[in-house]
């Protein structure tokens, strides 16, 4: 089993990695293109907002999952010294990896119940009325397999 989830996870990671190019830069394309046209021609782009945010919420889910298979979350490690003196470097480190996947995990289950009840009241964003669960589903699925490949 773990031979075929080492030949996956790699190709997993190079699609998610291929999907995060496209939604970054639809999201800086937007937001630009939307500056530009409000500011030059007084003539926003309808429903840009909305549109951003869907975009952003992905590159969340993606980013965070590209992180978590690349071991490379960020961690501010202010006490990083006197941790290491307390609880030795390996035993920190894990302490480390099990509080960030406690986290995702958390944020991801926050995420999901936020789709769930979106999904359950069948909302939609109030300018283009784009349903607002999958997009959070999605995201919420990928916050939870990072909090779970964080876990090594």
Known sequence: MSGLISRVL???????????????????????????????????????????????????GVGMTIAAMRQGHIRMDLLDKRMVKLFGANRYRRILQIVTAVGTLLFGGLVGLFAWESAKYDDVTSVLHWPIAPVFFIAAGLMIFAALLGRK
């Open 10 to 60: 790699p190709k997993l990671q190079k699609g998610l990695e291929w999907l995060a190019v496209p939604v970054l830069g639809a999201l800086v394309g937007l937001i630009v293109l939307d500056v530009v046209l409000r500011g030059v021609f007084k003539a926003p782009i309808f429903g840009s907002s909305e549109m951003a945010n869907f975009l952003l919420t992905l590159s969340v």
